[in-house]
Structures are given as C-alpha cells and as structure tokens.
C-alpha cells in the first residue's frame, strides 16, 4: 500500500520562509511530486524530484531523501498568493499517489 | 503542458440517478487518470482510462458504479452511477502526455457534485 503524510496546516507571515515536510511509504518509487492547489481549482505541478538532492525553481524548492523516504518543499519570500493546499505525491507505475495536503496560510 | 476542459464544473443530483463527466484534452495524452478529492483529503485515483478498452479500476471501485469511456487520446468520461450522498466529492480528471519520469500530470478544473 501507501502512505504518504505532510502536516495538515501550516502559518507564515509574508516575505518569511515555510518549509512543508512529506515522508512516504510505498511499494514502488518513480519520482515525487509536489503540486499547488488554490481553493476551488485544479492541482497545478511545481517540482518533481527523482535522485537525491535539490531542486530550486525560482522561489521553490525541493529536496528529496530516497533513504529515508522524505521530501520537503521550500517556498522562500513568502507572498499572499502563495496561501493554497501543497500536495505531496509519488509515482509507481505511472500512477501518483497523493498525501492529504497541506494548507498554507500566509498573513500580512 | 496541455489543458483539460472538464464539465460540469459543478452538480447538484438526486439520489438513484446518474451523472457523466466528460474532459477533453487539446493535445494527444499517454495516459488518462479519473481521481477523486472529498473535503480535506487526498486526491484518489479512481481508474486509469484505458484508449480503446475497460478502464482499470483501483481497489475499491467497481466498472458498475464507475463506468469509464476513453474512445481516443483526448477524451474520456466518467460515469457515477446510482448515486447516494456519499459520492459527494470533487470529481477529478488528469493526464500524462508521455511515459518518461519527469513527465507531470496535469488535471481538469473538477467536477463539485452533490448528491441530494
């Protein structure tokens, strides 16, 4: 089977830093993902990792541990319309299982 | 990557009836994928949307309930059968456009149905 957690909530002021954990367990591994999704509108991609290490992509970043079945997304200056539910998801066979979400408030 | 327009976007249904969802892609996709997201959960996946024969459904979900139509690689439906209040949840769909790793998925804008 599989699991997949991230924390359910998260709090940032803007300008600041939030970093969203994921540990996973699965009977297969052909990447992960992590997806953004506003209130009412579809999940849209923001990285993928494969190997071990960093990804940055401009404001975000992702990192991922194979070993250890662990990945985080680093979102760095905070601005308002960062505040959505970031998904965790991981590939086996083509298909993506996804992590319940993690929603992110960002504050004035 | 591609865009999925899917409708309805949203649904209000009595119980007992049935409704289908359609999505159409603007580019040829791989794969075709049907989720579905209740309040505060994951996404699940539902089925893979085969082209040209039955969808392959996960644990869970049955073809009876769940009917899937897939006739080429930019189009598919899905079908909620005999509905009751409990298949009330965002109706999903998403597509690959290649089999490589790094290759995303990308989804419609969903289907909010509610079953009364």
């Known amino acids: 089977g599989q699991n997949i957690d991230q924390p359910t909530e998260m709090t940032a002021t803007e300008g600041a830093i939030v970093q969203i954990n994921c540990t996973y367990q699965?009977?297969?591994?052909?990447?992960l993902f992590w997806y953004q999704q506003h209130a009412g509108e579809a999940p849209t991609f923001l990285s993928y990792?494969?190997?071990?290490g960093l990804e940055e992509k401009g404001r975000f970043s992702s990192f991922l541990s194979r070993s250890k079945g662990y990945s985080y997304l680093l979102l760095k200056e905070l601005q308002m319309k960062d505040s959505a539910s970031y998904l965790c998801?991981?590939?086996?066979?083509?298909?993506?299982?996804f992590g319940a979400g993690t929603t992110v408030t960002v504050r004035a | 990557s591609a865009v999925i327009s899917q409708k309805p976007s949203r649904d209000i249904c009595q119980r007992g009836t049935s409704l289908t969802i359609q999505c159409q892609v603007d580019?040829?996709?791989?794969?075709m994928f049907w989720y579905r997201q209740q309040p505060g959960q994951s996404l699940t996946l539902i089925a893979t949307?085969?082209?040209?024969?039955?969808?392959?459904?996960e644990s869970g979900f049955v073809i009876d309930k769940f009917p899937i139509s897939r006739p080429n690689l930019t189009f598919s439906t899905l079908t909620v059968s005999n509905m009751s209040p409990e298949d009330s949840s965002i109706y999903l769909c998403?597509?690959?456009?290649?089999?490589?790793?790094?290759?995303?998925?990308?989804f419609g804008q969903g289907t909010r149905l509610t079953v009364v």
């Open positions: 998801a991981v590939r086996s066979d083509y298909k993506l299982s």
């Open positions: 699965t009977s297969g591994f052909n990447g």
């Open positions: 990792n494969v190997l071990d």
């Open positions: 580019s040829q996709v791989t794969m």
């Open positions: 949307a085969n082209q040209g024969s039955e969808a392959t459904y």
């Open positions: 998403s597509g690959t456009a290649g089999l490589t790793r790094n290759t995303e998925a990308f």
